[in-house]
């Protein structure tokens, strides 16, 4: 079991230090670009997470000695969901309205101009029928 964790610990370092490695941000990466630790890290399997954790990636204390988790925390957005935001909801009626509005008119013309060709229809027919009497 101890030969295990000899094994074990040591490929856990190195995969936690590879993805942390990977989604540190290019711009907090320091002394080598991002793929030459990447490089060390997988190359020098105990030495280079040790070295990656040390002196690869730019560390800053948490402004005021809080946690970042904090600072997340007090800095969330009032509204999470969109169907809880007020502003997303009144976006979204506007924008209803507004084509209905539009389906209305389009409703609206429609209608008159079936209306119209029905009236020239009855127009027609009753002419036809007045010629045929007379």
């Given at each position: 079991?101890?030969?295990?964790?000899?094994?074990?610990?040591?490929?856990?370092?190195?995969?936690?230090?590879?993805?942390?490695?990977?989604?540190?941000?290019?711009?907090?990466?320091?002394?080598?670009?991002?793929?030459?630790?990447v490089i060390?890290?997988?190359?020098?399997?105990?030495?280079?997470?040790?070295?990656?954790?040390?002196?690869?990636?730019?560390?800053?204390?948490?402004?005021?000695?809080?946690?970042?988790?904090?600072?997340?925390?007090?800095?969330?957005?009032?509204?999470?969901?969109?169907?809880?935001?007020?502003?997303f909801l009144k976006?979204?009626?506007?924008?209803?309205?507004?084509?209905?509005?539009?389906?209305?008119?389009?409703?609206?013309?429609?209608?008159?101009?079936?209306?119209?060709?029905?009236?020239?229809?009855?127009?027609?027919?009753?002419?036809?029928?007045?010629?045929?009497?007379?």
């Open positions: 079991m101890l030969r295990a964790l000899l094994y074990i610990l040591p490929l856990a370092l190195t995969i936690y230090a590879f993805i942390d490695c990977l989604n540190t941000p290019e711009d907090e990466v320091k002394h080598l670009p991002k793929v030459v630790w060390i890290i997988l190359l020098f399997w105990i030495v280079g997470p040790i070295v990656w954790f040390a002196a690869g990636k730019l560390r800053r204390a948490p402004a005021g000695g809080r946690t970042p988790s904090e600072w997340h925390r007090n800095h969330r957005h009032e509204w999470v969901a969109p169907d809880d935001n007020p502003e976006s979204l009626r506007e924008e209803a309205a507004s084509s209905k509005d539009v389906k209305d008119e389009n409703l609206l013309k429609d209608w008159e101009a079936d209306l119209r060709r029905r009236e020239e229809e009855l127009k027609r027919r009753e002419q036809d029928e007045d010629k045929g009497e007379s």
